[in-house]
């Protein structure tokens, strides 16, 4: 099968439809899975050559629904050519970018219709976008959902960058009144300001990147430990649990004020599930979602000066860290995504160590199946769940459910076939995110990605791409998210 060839049908004993897994032939017509043959009727004419990957696993592509491009303006850190191909490379056929940061970020309008521009033409995989809530742009919110964003996305404190300022409460408010009604999403980033007064080293007091929705509140901890900014210590320190917690009861309180979507980004902390739980069973329309690095890695394992593991909220401890599995398991986290924030190596100060000054970020958007996988099968996860927690439910999140995140008749004939039994080392080499740096690097994953098919084409195969991007933007509409139909822009 060469690359860019128009798949007709894909038989292997190991299809992922429905809740389990079975021997079956996907048939594909005009990009939309056809049929699905399986039992008896596998013996049937399907009219078409039969691609057969043998014990290889058939699922459906994931949904990352959380990634920054970076681009226009930061495509240094990133962009939709590099971004797109290393999800082709990993399984994942549909992204949804970030509102930041590239610039402008997505916060009006004429900054999606610039950011659609740049995007056009370069993407691998097909893409969506969310908008962003800042001070001031209550007005812009309904012109971008019209235009087709999947949702919104605010900071409750300093972002990171300048051009995408934090949201007070009155604003807030304002937002969640301009959306009540429309069917879109607000994703929140729980960060409050948390003050700590350390004796030496430690500059970077206020600022918290990352998490969801807005809840600013001051907390203040004295130490008498002189403080070495290069110990990953003293960063988790500077961000306890308290900071998500205050920040997911004020979420939970305006979610059920104003019944509008919420969804809690990169949850890290586990001490607000029971918070979680409790807003659920009062009919609070909430979701959350985890990252690979919260699930994957852990704060009593991160060398000193190892700034690539700096993310915000932090990596947290191996207890935290199943609690979180525990709570996946359980469902009160829905999702899993990468949450790539990559940057250029310069700004994660390797050179001082400096965690406290370095960017918070960590790049894994090609890497995602395979970290899941391996540490998932570890605690009795099965085949099926990751279609739900990579595919399905991100999916349904950006209102794609209706489309994507799922093999069945009339769905997008998106496909990942990968072999879960088989182990590789992350290299340089094989790293296809603009910037390499990731403190995945040099490990060694189970969960290899063979093909990727976007739109019944073979876009992947071991290591070679189709030489032009064949990924479609993905436009949605405010009748969309009820209805679940959309519309693309070629």
């Known amino acids: 099968?060469?690359?860019?060839?128009?798949?007709?049908?894909?038989?292997?004993?190991?299809?992922?439809f429905g809740d389990g897994v079975r021997p079956a032939v996907v048939v594909?017509?005009?990009?939309?899975?056809?049929?699905?043959?399986?039992?008896?009727?596998?013996?049937?004419?399907?009219?078409?050559?039969?691609?057969?990957?043998?014990?290889?696993?058939?699922?459906?592509?994931?949904?990352d629904c959380h990634v920054h491009v970076n681009e226009p303006g930061r495509t240094s850190w990133e962009g939709f050519w590099t971004a797109?191909?290393?999800?082709?490379?990993?399984?994942?056929?549909?992204?949804?970018?970030?509102?930041?940061?590239?610039?402008?970020?997505?916060?009006?309008?004429k900054n999606f219709q610039e950011k659609l521009k740049e995007a056009t033409g370069k993407c691998f995989v097909d893409t969506a976008f969310w908008g962003g809530v800042i001070p001031g742009n209550q007005f812009e919110l309904r012109p971008m959902i019209q235009a087709g964003v999947a949702g919104f996305k605010c900071f409750l404190i300093h972002s990171g960058?300048?051009?995408?300022?934090?949201?007070?409460?009155?604003?807030?408010?304002?937002?969640?009144?301009?959306?009540?009604?429309?069917?879109?999403?607000?994703?929140?980033?729980?960060?409050?300001?948390?003050?700590?007064?350390?004796?030496?080293?430690v500059t970077d007091t206020k600022s918290v990147f990352l998490l969801q929705f807005h809840a600013e509140k001051d907390v203040h901890k004295k130490t008498e430990e002189i403080a070495d900014s290069c110990r990953y210590s003293t960063f988790l320190q500077s961000r306890p649990d308290i900071m998500e917690l205050e920040a997911i009861r004020t979420v939970i309180h305006l979610c059920l004020q104003y019944r509008v979507r919420c969804h809690i980004v990169?949850?890290?902390?586990?001490?607000?599930?029971?918070?979680?739980?409790?807003?659920?069973?009062?009919?609070?329309?909430?979701?959350?979602?985890?990252?690979?690095?919260?699930?994957?890695?852990?704060?009593?394992?991160?060398?000193?000066?190892?700034?690539?593991?700096k993310c915000c909220p932090p990596i947290r401890?191996?207890?935290?860290?199943?609690?979180?599995?525990?709570?996946?398991?359980?469902?009160?986290?829905?999702?899993?995504?990468?949450?790539?924030?990559?940057?250029?190596?310069?700004?994660?100060?390797?050179?001082?160590?400096?965690?406290?000054?370095?960017?918070?970020?960590?790049s894994s958007l090609q890497f995602g199946l395979p970290l899941f996988w391996g540490s998932a099968r570890?605690?009795?996860?099965?085949?099926?769940?990751?279609?739900?927690?990579?595919?399905?439910e991100p999916a349904q999140l950006c209102s794609l459910g209706n489309r994507k995140g799922c093999l069945a008749r009339g769905f997008d004939a998106d496909l990942v076939i990968w072999d879960p039994e088989r182990e590789f080392e992350i290299k340089e080499a094989n790293i296809h995110h603009k910037n390499k740096l990731t403190p995945y690097l040099g490990l060694t994953l189970r969960g290899l990605v063979h093909a990727t098919v976007l739109g019944g084409r073979l876009v992947y195969r071991d290591g070679?791409?189709?030489?032009?991007?064949?990924?479609?933007?993905?436009?949605?509409?405010?009748?969309?998210?009820?209805?679940?139909?959309?519309?693309?822009?070629l």
């Open 161 to 201: 960058v300048d051009e995408f300022p934090h949201v007070a409460d009155s604003d807030l408010h304002t937002a969640m009144q301009q959306l009540q009604g429309t069917g879109s999403v607000l994703l929140v980033n729980l960060q409050i300001r948390f003050c700590t007064f350390f004796q030496i080293q």
């Open 464 to 489: 070679c791409f189709h030489p032009q991007p064949l990924g479609r933007l993905l436009l949605i509409t405010e009748e969309d998210k009820s209805a679940g139909k959309h519309k693309t822009m």
């Open 378 to 392: 570890k605690r009795g996860f099965q085949l099926p769940d990751v279609v739900r927690f990579l595919s399905r």
């Open 317 to 362: 401890s191996s207890a935290n860290q199943e609690q979180l599995w525990s709570a996946l398991k359980r469902g009160l986290i829905d999702m899993v995504v990468s949450d790539h924030s990559p940057c250029t190596p310069d700004l994660k100060k390797l050179d001082f160590g400096d965690f406290m000054q370095a960017w918070g970020g960590i």
């Open 28 to 63: 594909i017509k005009d990009g939309k899975i056809h049929q699905i043959l399986s039992g008896s009727a596998l013996t049937e004419e399907v009219g078409c050559e039969v691609w057969d990957v043998g014990e290889s696993v058939l699922m459906p592509g994931i949904v």
């Open 266 to 309: 990169h949850l890290s902390s586990a001490e607000p599930l029971e918070l979680i739980e409790e807003a659920r069973q009062a009919g609070a329309p909430l979701t959350v979602e985890t990252t690979h690095h919260y699930l994957n890695l852990c704060a009593e394992s991160i060398p000193a000066g190892a700034t690539q593991f």
């Open 84 to 109: 797109t191909r290393a999800a082709a490379a990993g399984g994942v056929t549909t992204i949804v970018d970030m509102p930041l940061n590239s610039i402008p970020p997505t916060t009006t309008l």
């Open 1 to 16: 099968m060469e690359l860019g060839s128009l798949v007709g049908a894909v038989r292997s004993k190991r299809v992922l």
